[in-house]
């Protein structure tokens, strides 16, 4: 479990954070949800170490391994679909199980018959598709999701939403979810901070699997 504990951050003269604590579960998947530009992101970097904190400190990392699922899929252009996963494997694995694990994962979600497309040929729910393969396929154990379904219609939405569930239902890894979509909250998420203000408060913390309603959770969330 990495946990926050007591953190200040602040940015010139903003205050982000001020003794700010948070844990995420291992294994679990807890959501950051809150108004665009009230920190998520900053408390996500703070997590994965790659912003310097002011003041508290960050436990449970020393054997933590992070990857990331972004708004954008972030692929190279010039690579195929196998070339954009088999690229964060090349130091990790030997190329015979390189192989089986990218071609299992490109099966997984759904594009097998477009190893060799590159990005500019495939849509957008493809290239998040390819992204989300990728940082499933890279031996993390701690998953940050920076809004990767915003932008996305309806119907390719819970499509995504889906097939993430899928993943990680077949290779559960801590998950940091960033969304300020009720809807996506309250499907994926086993824990829910609801964030405000600034510097940042948890004004709620919910336990999705202690209600057996869902609308109910979602109602919740929509009246803090």
């Given amino acids: 479990m990495i946990s926050l504990i007591n953190i200040n951050k602040k940015y010139n003269d903003l205050k982000i954070l001020k003794n700010f604590n948070i844990s995420f579960e291992t294994n679990k ?19 994965a170490l790659l912003v310097p ?35 964060v494997l090349k130091d990790v694995y030997d190329d015979k199980k390189r192989v089986n694990i990218i071609n299992n994962y490109i099966d997984m979600v759904e594009l097998k018959g477009y190893e060799n497309y590159k990005p500019n ?48 239902n077949a290779g ?3 998950v940091l979810f960033i969304t300020h979509d009720v809807d996506e909250a309250v499907i ?15 004004i709620k913390k919910i336990e999705t699997e202690k209600y057996h309603d869902k609308d109910g959770v979602k109602d919740m969330l929509l009246s803090l």
Avoid at 62 to 74: G, L, M, T
Avoid at 127 to 148: G, T
């Fill in 121 to 168: 040929a495939l849509s957008g729910g493809m290239l998040q598709r390819v992204s989300l393969a990728r940082a499933f396929a890279y031996p993390s154990n701690f998953l940050i999701l920076d809004e990767p379904f915003k932008g996305l219609d309806l119907k390719l939405k819970n499509e995504m939403i889906s097939l993430f569930a899928k993943l990680w």
């Fill in 53 to 87: 904190i002011d003041g508290g400190k960050v436990s449970g990392t020393d054997n933590a391994v992070y990857s990331y699922v972004f708004q954008e899929p972030r692929l190279l252009e010039w690579y195929s679909v196998f070339d954009n996963i088999d690229f």
């Fill in 188 to 202: 994926l998420s086993d824990f829910i901070y609801v964030i405000k203000n600034r510097p940042v408060e948890i």
């Fill in 172 to 174: 559960k890894r801590t």
């Fill in 29 to 47: 998947i807890t959501c950051l949800f809150g108004p665009s530009g009230v920190g998520k992101t900053t408390i996500a970097n703070i997590a």
